[in-house]
Every structure is written in structure tokens, then in C-alpha cells.
């Protein structure tokens, strides 16, 4: 499986961004697909998940509210809209998808904001 996420930029507080992350592989329909990011000097933290189907989804306090996860298995593409974007959203976006007891990762995209 590779994934390749785009998306990520400089943007001004308040600002939104949409990620996008697309997957190879006939089956995306049976990923589990979520985003982590990782700030200089943190650890990776789990953003957002999706289940394969779409029908559970699961967002970190932090950005509830702000973030939607959503995915588009006909396009083989997860999504990641952030909205009210804050300067401690600054970090490298990474998609991950986890297929049986695999995890797969994308290369990340930076998200930058400025206040």
C-alpha cells in the first residue's frame, strides 16, 4: 500500500486547509485509514480516525470541532478538512492506513500556521 498525502501549507491562524491522502490498492474499501502529526520536539499523536467503511469515525479532543475526517473509497482518498486552524496545529500531517495487522504510512505534509 503507498499513500501519498497532499495539502499542507503555510496558512494564518483562523485559516482552514483540506489534506488529502491517496492510496493505492484495489481494496481501499477495507483500509482503516487515519492522520497523526508530530510538532518539532513531540511525539506522532493520532488526529483523526476512519473506519473502512466510514460509518465510525474518531477525532482528538484537541480539534473537535475544527477537523472532519472523511473518505472517498470510490476515489481511494482520505480527506482531513481543518478549519480554525491554530498556531499548535503546526506539524508534519502523516496518513496512515491500517490494513488486517498492517500499518502503512505516507510521507507527510507540512502544516504551518502562523499567528
Known amino acids: 500500500v503507498q499513500l501519498q498525502a497532499s495539502g499542507g501549507g503555510l496558512v494564518q491562524a483562523g485559516g482552514s486547509l483540506r489534506l488529502s491522502c491517496a492510496a493505492s490498492?484495489?481494496?481501499?474499501?477495507?483500509?482503516?485509514m487515519g492522520w497523526f502529526r508530530q510538532a518539532p520536539g513531540k511525539e506522532r499523536e493520532i488526529v483523526a480516525l476512519i473506519s473502512a467503511s466510514a460509518v465510525n469515525t474518531y477525532i482528538i479532543d484537541s480539534v473537535k470541532g475544527r477537523f472532519t475526517i472523511s473518505r472517498d473509497n470510490a476515489k481511494n482518498t482520505v480527506y482531513l478538512q481543518m478549519n480554525s486552524l491554530k498556531p499548535e496545529d503546526t506539524a508534519v500531517y502523516y496518513c496512515?492506513?491500517?490494513?488486517?495487522?498492517?500499518?502503512?504510512w505516507g510521507q507527510g505534509t507540512q502544516v504551518t500556521v502562523s499567528s
Open positions: 490498492g484495489r481494496t481501499f474499501s477495507n483500509y482503516h
Open positions: 496512515s492506513a491500517r490494513v488486517r495487522a498492517n500499518i502503512y
